[in-house]
Each structure stands twice: as C-alpha cells, then as structure tokens.
T-cell receptor, first 115, second 114 residues
Framework: AQKITQTQPGMFVQEKEAVTLDCTYD???????LFWYKQPSSGEMIFLIY??????QNATEGRYSLNFQKARKSANLVISASQLGDSAMYFC????????????FGKGTMLLVSP | DVKVTQSSRYLVKRTGEKVFLECVQD?????MFWYRQDPGLGLRLIYF???????EKGDIPEGYSVSREKKERFSLILESASTNQTSMYLC?????????????FGPGTRLLVL
C-alpha cells in the first residue's frame, strides 16, 4: 500500500495566485515527520518545509506553509503568491521513527506557473 | 554550506557493462542513500548505509550493489547494466537520528543504458 499519495499529477496556477498541492499519508507510527521538496528541471532536490507529527502549529517557511490535518492524515503544501520560478516538480515525503527511518516519497506533482 | 557531489551528471553505457556511480558528502553524515527516479514513480530507495561498511536494502535493490569503504563516499554499482536501469539516480546524506533533519541531495546522474 502506498504510504504517501499525491493525487494531482499536474497543477496550473497563474502568477501571484496561491496554490495548494495535496499530500496524504498512511502510518501507524505516532511519531513521524513530513517533508516537502521542490525539484526544478535542473534536477536538484530542494528542501522546502518540515512538519513533525507532534508539532502543534502548522509549519511555515516564507511563502510556503504546510496545512497539517493529523486526523485526516493530510499534509498539503500551500504556496502563496506564486512566481514563475515556482514551476517545478514537488514531492511530499514521510519519515517514520521506527527502524532505520528512511524517507518514503510520493510520486510528485508538476506545478506550472503562467504569467 | 553542505555539499553532496556525484561523479557524473550524464552517463551513457552499453548493456552488460559494469557501471559505478560515486557519491561524496563533506558533512560527516552517518547516513547515505541511493534513489532512482522515474517519471510517474517518484523516488524509490535502492540501498542505504548508516555506517561505514554497513548497507541495507531499500525497496528496489535487485540488479544493484553498493559499497561504503569510507564515511564520506557511497558507491552504487550496476554489475551488468540493462536498459531498464536507464533512469535518474540521486544520492543523499543525512546526520544520524535527527527526525526533523532533511536529507541533502546530490545533483543527480542521468544514466542511459543502450
């Protein structure tokens, strides 16, 4: 069973608008972490934001915020005021604390920002 | 500034060749990882290592092996390359046991097997 699900293969947004990229996850571990990464066409993976399962508040980093709904097991990324440079693949990932604690990635969402 | 480097950005090999992909990190991280990335499949873990000479299989280890003789270097080996191993390969490293710490990725190697 998939542990991380990103249901949107692609999203379009106009410059300066906000956009939400969906991510749901599946775990029975009470302690886990959720990450979002951006991958531009050049290929490098850029860390954007982190949310811990015990964090009381939603994480924010500049224009990025994470809408964390623990009961629904969702961790959606919100990008405010989109810019042309935001066009990229976006990956949601989860790390459970048990075992070797590796990252499991979703399949990604391609975001295209138009002028 | 943290840095993970990979030996090649682009690589073209023939079927049956032995292929070495090298990854070096300068952050003294204990954990190192190899992923492959394919369109529509996201990143899938091939192997990881949590210490020198230690290795663990990830989700798709078949057809691959790894070597970690020094802490900073983690090599991915394709013993006999096949066309279905054409992919983007990403190396990453992370400090030990910090749940909130991100993995730091290399720039990736795009491998084409003909």
């Amino acid at each position: 069973a998939q542990k991380i699900t990103q249901t949107q293969p692609g999203m379009f947004v106009q410059e300066k608008e906000a956009v939400t990229l969906d991510c749901t996850y599946d775990t029975s571990d009470p302690s886990y972490g959720l990450f979002w990464y951006k991958q531009p066409s050049s290929g490098e993976m850029i860390f954007l934001i982190y949310q811990g399962s015990y964090d009381q508040q939603n994480a924010t980093e500049g224009r990025y915020s994470l809408n964390f709904q623990k009961a629904r097991k969702s961790a959606n990324l919100v990008i405010s005021a989109s810019q042309l440079g935001d066009s990229a693949m976006y990956f949601c990932a989860m790390r459970e604390v048990v075992g070797y604690s590796t990252l499991t990635f979703g399949k990604g969402t391609m975001l295209l920002v138009s002028p | 500034d943290v840095k993970v480097t990979q030996s090649s950005r682009y690589l073209v090999k023939r079927t049956g060749e032995k292929v070495f992909l090298e990854c070096v990190q300068d952050m003294d991280h204990e954990n190192m990882f190899w992923y492959r990335q394919d369109p529509g499949l996201g990143l899938r873990l091939i192997y990881f290592s949590y210490d020198v000479k230690m290795k663990e299989k990830g989700d798709i280890p078949e057809g691959y092996s790894v070597s970690r003789e020094k802490k900073e270097r983690f090599s991915l080996i394709l013993e006999s390359a096949s066309t279905n191993q054409t992919s983007m390969y990403l190396c990453a490293s992370r400090p030990l046991d910090r749940v909130g710490e991100t993995q730091y990725f290399g720039p990736g190697t795009r491998l084409l097997v003909l």
